[in-house]
């Protein structure tokens, strides 16, 4: 037990020591704090140049509420929950293969390491994908998910910056839940993570964007604006009553696994979910909210 402490005694002050590094430009090219505020100044400026709801205002309801969950969600909880989750698990996992006289590369399928750089992203990229897409769904078919997962829904006009609101649950379910996974292919370096983990906040955030882009022919891979409006829809038919549009970078999943629904332009479709009018509207009580919820 003492050595769980330590590693999280450890996380804290590591990411602690990280992110003073991220604030003074001691990072270079994969600065995320700042790599976040360029996407996000970046995608808002389409949304205001190109908006798709034109009498949506620039600075939209809960803008700001939005916008603190993005940083909060981005970093604090990182340094909160989330690298000391991580590494306690790591050490608990190898700690149980032990026992069988085993270690974590030892279950590997193949080490992407030894693929060339580019195709071992992309491995990477598509493993993480699908596991995420399937962690999604299952955020809307239990109850007990679903709980917390309403805090993203509980979006009423889209914008950039609800692509981060979201329970500090969320993570922790699926960073516990594609950890293995990825672990199975191979370890990458913080480098190579970093050019991924860009790539899906800047899809992200264009999900979300109020903007009127579906990228052509490339909506059958790239999730867009005007696919995932429907995943937010606050109504739906009985036939998709669990949701569709699960993706999150890529749409690609939706369309093999026919869980892909645009019946219409929804430009200006109502979002939310059932009950959404007596859902928390304030930071704190939505945090709570799932805590005081029976599913």
């Known amino acids: 037990m003492e050595k769980y402490i330590d590693i999280i005694k450890n996380s804290y002050s590591g990411y602690w ?35 798709w709801r034109k009498d949506q205002p620039i600075f939209r309801k809960d803008f700001w509420l939005d916008t603190f969950y993005m940083f909060f969600n981005f970093f604090l909880l990182n340094l909160i929950v989330l690298i000391a989750l991580s590494n306690a698990s790591t050490e608990f996992l190898n700690d149980f293969l032990s026992i069988f006289n085993l270690q974590l590369k030892d279950l590997q399928l193949f080490n992407a390491n030894d693929l060339p750089k ?12 699908f596991v995420q897409w399937n962690i999604h769904r299952l955020l809307h078919r239990i109850p007990f998910l679903w709980n917390f997962h309403k805090v993203h829904h509980s979006v009423k ?7 981060l609101r979201y329970h500090w649950m969320e993570p922790v379910v699926y960073n516990s839940l594609r950890y293995i996974p990825l672990a ?4 990458y370096s913080a480098q190579d993570v970093a050019i991924i983990h860009f790539f899906n906040i800047t899809i992200g955030h264009l999900n979300h964007a109020n903007l009127n882009w579906d990228y052509g022919v490339l909506k059958y891979v790239f999730n867009n604006p005007k696919m995932h ?20 970078t890529l749409s690609l999943w939706d369309y093999l696994f026919k869980t892909n629904y645009i019946p219409y332009n929804g ?10 009018e007596i859902f928390p509207k304030d930071f704190i009580n939505q945090e709570l909210y799932p805590l005081n919820k029976k599913p």
């Open 267 to 276: 430009r200006d479709i109502e979002l939310g979910f059932q009950g959404d």
């Open 229 to 248: 409006i429907w995943h937010h829809a606050k109504a739906l038919p009985d036939h998709v009553k669990y949701g569709v549009n699960y993706g999150l």
């Open 17 to 51: 020591n990280y992110l003073k590094q991220e604030l003074l430009f001691q990072n270079h090219w994969d600065n995320y704090f700042y790599g976040l505020i360029v996407i996000s100044l970046l995608v808002w400026g389409l949304e205001i140049l190109l908006p």
């Open 184 to 187: 199975l292919i191979a370890n």
């Open 118 to 129: 580019w195709l071992g992203l992309i491995l990477f990229f598509l493993t993480n994908d």
């Open 157 to 163: 006009q889209m914008g950039f910056a609800a692509h």
